[in-house]
């Protein structure tokens, strides 16, 4: 991991293993800072997940698009899942750039004509 990431703080585990003790996005020290000002993120988001992500859940996205739709409106909001690819698959997989790559571009042209 170190040649494709390099040197991180481990820090961030320490964050990563509060929001999993909690449920969801937190801080790190715990305050719930996310979740109560979600139209925060009123604004042009896609997800992209791997069917096979064992990592987090296909699940995972969907319940935040539900949670983000409720609070905001389906206007912006999308989410794309790539059957049979995994955790990192959508961007380093051996075939991403023929089905993945194109899914991402069709998620940014929407993005730059709003109208169409």
């Not at 719930?32 to 993120?41: G, Q």
């Not at 987090?56 to 989410?79: F, I, M, Q």
């Not at 995994?86 to 991403?96: E, S, T, V």
């Amino acid at each position: 991991l170190h040649e494709l990431f390099g040197v991180v703080s481990l820090e961030v585990m320490s964050h990563v293993s509060e929001m999993i003790r909690v449920g969801h996005c937190v801080t790190a020290d715990g305050t719930e800072a996310y979740l109560p000002h979600l139209d925060r993120l009123a604004l042009p988001l896609h997800f992209l997940h791997g069917s096979e992500n064992a990592i987090y859940k296909p699940e995972s996205t969907e319940r935040t698009l539900d949670a983000l739709v409720a609070a905001n409106g389906a206007d912006g909001y999308g989410r794309t899942v790539v059957e049979g690819y995994g955790h990192l698959d959508c961007i380093f997989g051996a075939r991403a750039h023929e089905d993945v790559f194109p899914a991402i571009l069709d998620a940014l042209e929407v993005r730059a004509d709003p109208g169409g």
